[in-house]
């Protein structure tokens, strides 16, 4: 089964609304990373944190984790049209090779 | 330059056939993966190559073979096509543990 279920599956919001997305994973981590895929396209690397970090910022997104609770968040502050897209969170697992395991995603529409 | 790239980009075939989709980095990355993505966009691993060993092998028919001439090719042949076999597979590398991962555009497979 998969690993991450993101919530929620879809999302719509104005142009200027903050957009948050939620992710929660079964198994201990090495790290979390947040993937971004336009219609039709690749997935786009935006973020990662570590198992021993909490927050992280990168421009305008915001990414927490709570190992305790097994969940990540994503937010995107003043987001803009450009934004729509999926995102995915991927657990990267204590194994000994890296191996990203994705969430189910989370389709964002931001409207003008 | 593009830094994974993939091809062909679209592939429509008969089911029985055989075909290839070829992978190439220009990143320098050690590792490279297949990705499968489905019609409900679930991403779920395939394979895993690091300098041209095989890592990972999921659950994966073996009518998929990856081949890894070199670290900087990832190959996947796919012997007997089912209708189950469309989806979109993706390339991807990455550099070490616990970083993150390029993607290519896609490959969208049409079994027909």
């Known amino acids: 089964s998969q690993q991450g279920e993101e919530d929620p599956q879809a999302l719509s919001i104005q142009e200027g609304e903050n957009a948050t997305m939620n992710c929660s994973y079964k198994?201990?981590?090495?790290?979390l990373q947040w993937y971004r895929q336009n219609s039709g396209r690749g997935l786009v690397h935006l973020i990662l944190?570590?198992?021993?970090?909490r927050e992280k910022h990168s421009g305008r997104l915001r990414v927490t984790l709570d190992t305790s609770k097994k969940s990540s968040s994503l937010l995107i502050t003043a987001s803009r049209a450009a934004d729509t897209a999926s995102y995915f969170c991927?657990?990267?697992?204590?194994?000994?090779?890296?191996?990203?395991?994705f969430g189910t995603g989370t389709r964002l529409l931001v409207s003008p | 330059d593009t830094a994974v790239s993939q091809t062909p980009k679209y592939l429509v075939t008969q089911m029985g056939n055989d075909k290839s989709i070829k992978c190439e980095q220009n990143?320098?990355?050690?590792?490279m993966y297949w990705y499968k993505q489905d019609s409900k966009k679930f991403l779920k691993i395939m394979f895993s190559?690091?300098?041209?060993?095989?890592?990972i092998n999921e659950t994966v028919p073996n009518r998929f073979s990856p081949k890894s001439p070199d670290k900087a090719h990832l190959n996947l042949h796919i012997n007997s096509l089912e209708l189950g076999d469309s989806a979109v597979y993706f390339c991807?590398?990455?550099?070490?543990?616990?970083?993150?991962?390029?993607f290519g555009s896609g490959t969208r497979l049409t079994v027909v």
């Open positions: 991807a590398s990455s550099q070490d543990r616990g970083v993150g991962y390029t």
């Open positions: 198994t201990s981590i090495n790290n």
């Open positions: 944190i570590r198992s021993n970090e």
């Open positions: 991927a657990t990267g697992m204590n194994t000994g090779f890296q191996k990203l395991v």
């Open positions: 990143l320098g990355h050690d590792t």
């Open positions: 190559y690091n300098n041209k060993e095989l890592i």
